[in-house]
């Protein structure tokens, strides 16, 4: 693309969103820079970043991404954008010429934001992708609901993007997954077509389960652009049992665990190291916790006490105020900022081999 045209791409995309959301490689902050390099390869040239705050300039923007040839990227608070693939690499160039640049412009979802519907008698809500978790938690609580999602960094982290990486945490040991929460989904196709699947109820018609194909897609299947989850009321009561042991008895309690009547809402086996960090026996330990009316939770807490006892297992009881505080410290621990000298990965294992 040469100069003239790049210049007439901007001003269409400035007409379509307005000129102050449409921001330049050249004007963003170095720290908006940094993390945008980290998630493509050196060959890309990034043109910059624009905020749509209608699906239908979203349709628009990617119409005119289309009629360039230029490479979308889908965003929402950037909180993960460097989690998946590295853009811009050998594959995505595809049949470009060697060496040529990959034009890449990030399309943010950051301010289409609202909270379309929250039907309460029928425990779903509808919202767009750009509005923050944080902020739909807060907006469900007030009718004493919640989304069953505990995503890496909850505060800025964004619907569209927790759907797109599937980010999910502890609570998918009783709630399942992103994709299990999702009722349906709208999105605009990488020619600025609309495209929808599912519907704002819980009983669907059959067909191609289009939700599925897209949580965990990160954005390669198209904009996320309104989504529609299944909540659930909020629990009366917590708690908390910490098992401590060897790793042979901790996985033999983690097995006899799953395999009984009790229904924790979280189940975390923890490193030595971890459950030092968080003033945990100095052990492997299982983090079980309960959520649900009190009595119920006081009994459940009760079997598995009883069961660590069995194996000789060292058991921990919480308080309610150390309950929330363990967890919170948790997903801090494992949502800890990028370090240049580290890795950070995410691996799918069976329950079974988990202490191994």
Known sequence: MNSAEKVAALQMLESVVGAPHVHAWETLTPTKRAAIESAVAPTTSIKGIICPK????????????????????????????????????????????????????????????GLIDHAIGDLTVTVEAGMRFAALQSALAQAGQFLAIDPSYPDQATIGGIVATADTGSLRQRYNSVRDMLLGLSFVRADGQFAKAGGRVVKNVAGYDLMKLFTGSYGTLGVITQVTFRVYPLPEAAQTVVLSGSAETIAEATQTLLRSALTPSCADVLSDSVATALGLPAEIALAVRFQSILPSVQEQAKRLVEVGQVLGLTSTVLTASD?????????????TANQPDAITCKIGISPSEAVA
């Open 54 to 113: 209608t699906p239908a300039e979203v349709a628009a923007v990617l119409a005119i991404a289309d009629r360039y040839d230029w490479c979308v990227l889908p965003c929402g608070a950037g909180s993960k954008l460097n989690w998946g693939g590295v853009i811009g690499g050998q594959t995505d160039a595809g049949s470009r010429v060697k060496d040529e640049a990959l034009p890449l412009l990030l399309v943010s979802t950051e301010r289409l934001n």
């Open 323 to 335: 309950d929330a505080a363990l967890w919170h410290h948790l997903q801090e621990r494992l949502t």
